[in-house]
């Protein structure tokens, strides 16, 4: 449990990131960190199915939240590649 609470707050910590950034340059850095964050839900995803049970509700919600970022930093990059 403390492997997927240690994915789920590098991923958000790489949203962070992004969001409070300075000007991005490249859309690329945007389109890695998504990667990243659909690297993480897929961790997730093994962990859950391997142990077999709910932690408390707290799989299920950090799964939500790295989605939200997924579905947010694809805005974000497409955004970003339009602005160019």
């Avoid at 958000?12 to 990131?17: R, Y």
């Avoid at 969001?19 to 690329?28: G, K, M, S, T, Y």
């Avoid at 997730?44 to 391997?50: D, G, I, S």
């Amino acid at each position: 449990m403390k492997k997927i609470i240690a994915i789920a707050a590098l991923a958000l910590a790489f949203v962070a990131g992004a969001a409070f950034a300075d000007r991005v340059r490249d859309w690329r850095d945007l389109d890695a960190v998504h990667t990243q964050v659909a690297e993480a839900i897929h961790a997730l995803e093994r962990a859950r199915a391997a142990n077999h049970y709910d932690m408390e509700g707290h799989g299920v919600k950090a799964e939500q939240h790295l989605r939200a970022a997924e579905r947010e930093l694809n805005l974000a990059v497409e955004s970003a590649r339009r602005a160019r």
